[in-house]
């Protein structure tokens, strides 16, 4: 890092001469360019990530006989000496310089940004000394970073898993189960189970159980998503069900595999004790038959094959109301034309497919939200009829 530090300002600082038109005099700056630059600033975006500070970092570096390297925030100091970081901080910023100064180091090879590196690491054990923010959030932002490098890690703990399903999407990684070497879903990944198996058994788990039971008397219904939430209010509003909604305690599940997990606990007596009921709502594209153990049932939403979005709970809006949306932000759907292709010598026809682009669910929601009718949102009345028909 001196290094860099020592090029970028020693061989890439140039000195600008301006025309300022205020006072017609010379304005001088100083612009920093070059390789050197490049990485510099490539080192304080990750030191972004790991301090998840938004910009305005730089370093400040200590006189020569006490050559310490701080960071300093909005001029203010942050790190008085990074000799100082935590075991985790300093395992991300160790592993991730070392992405730099490795492909900085080859020959044929001109260093431009962090998404122009191209090439292979594998790191085994990665989360070993890694705090639960660094393993959950941190370091998955720092791989996000690196969108030309295949990383091949091995870890034992979940908040990974569930970290990189959430900033890469279930498309940007794959679980490969060792020994047996099976690509597996995040949901059957042997770790949650353990970590939640260890978790339920606590006292303080059953202790938070039985407090949220004798707190609410409302039967509960747990769905997939805040979106999903935010849809039914919407729903209930304009089809005159708010009476319905108004009788539940909305719960976000925080994806259908969260779902399931409130399924596997209530495996058990407690679900007959249970004084209120509970239902368990998944998506169209999940397949679950309807179910019920004491007082919590699971059903599944309206599957509407005649509507272009084929999974979530946009599968309910139909292509008149999705047209409209796109007509105002084309960004919000991914539509793929159809085609055909040959399969086993014969050729198949692949319908058009639609899909909500997964930067813009929220974008999506809050339009649909602030500007559906009750005619957008007719098919929802299918979702009130379950949960009328339970509550009865």
């Not at 001109?110 to 000394?129: A, M, Q, T």
């Not at 998955?140 to 890690?153: A, D, R």
């Not at 919590?296 to 946009?314: A, H």
Request: glycine residues 4%; negative net charge.
């Amino acid at each position: 890092m001196l290094d860099i530090i020592y090029d970028r300002n020693v061989l890439e600082t140039k000195i600008q001469n301006t025309l300022c038109k205020t006072i017609l005099a010379n304005n001088i700056s100083i612009v920093n360019t070059g390789e050197s630059t490049n990485i510099y600033d490539s080192i304080l975006l990750i030191l972004q990530k790991i301090f998840q500070k938004e910009s305005n970092l730089r370093f400040g570096i200590g006189k020569r006989n006490y050559r310490n390297i701080e960071l300093i925030y909005n001029d203010k100091p942050l790190v008085p000496n990074i000799f100082q970081l935590s075991t985790g901080e300093t395992a991300l910023l160790n592993l991730f310089l070392t992405i730099l100064r490795d492909y900085d180091l080859c020959d044929s090879t001109k260093f431009e940004s962090l998404d122009k590196i191209r090439g292979l690491v594998i790191i085994d054990e990665i989360d070993i000394h890694l705090h639960s923010l660094h393993q959950r959030n941190i370091l998955p932002e720092l791989i996000s970073l690196f969108p030309g490098i295949q990383f091949v890690i091995t870890s034992h703990s979940p908040l990974c898993i569930l970290g990189l399903e959430e900033k890469l999407g279930t498309d940007g990684f794959m679980i490969i189960q060792l020994p047996k070497g099976i690509e597996i879903t995040p949901e059957q990944f042997s770790e949650f189970e353990k970590a939640y198996s260890f978790f339920k058994n606590t006292k303080k788990f059953n202790e938070d159980i039985q407090v949220e039971i004798e707190n609410s008397h409302k039967p509960i219904l747990f769905i997939e998503g805040d979106y999903d939430i935010k849809y039914l209010i919407k729903a209930a509003d304009l089809l005159g069900k708010n009476e319905i909604l108004d009788k539940l305690n909305l719960k976000d599940s925080d994806g259908y595999g969260n779902i399931d997990n409130v399924w596997k606990h209530f495996n058990t007596k407690l679900a007959e004790i249970t004084p209120q009921k509970i239902i368990l709502l998944y998506d169209c594209d999940i397949s679950k038959k309807p179910e019920q153990k004491g007082s919590v049932f699971r059903r599944t939403m309206l599957f509407l094959d005649t509507n272009p979005i084929k999974k979530g709970i946009e599968n309910l809006f139909d292509v008149t109301t999705l047209k409209k949306a796109l007509a105002v932000k084309p960004a919000f759907i991914d539509i793929t034309s159809e085609y055909t292709k040959t399969e086993r010598g014969t050729t198949v026809t692949v319908p058009q497919k639609w899909e909500v682009n997964k930067d813009e669910k929220k974008n999506l929601c809050n339009w649909l939200c602030a500007n559906g009718t009750r005619e957008d949102f007719s098919n929802f009345i299918d979702i009130f009829k379950i949960i009328e028909e339970i509550l009865n």
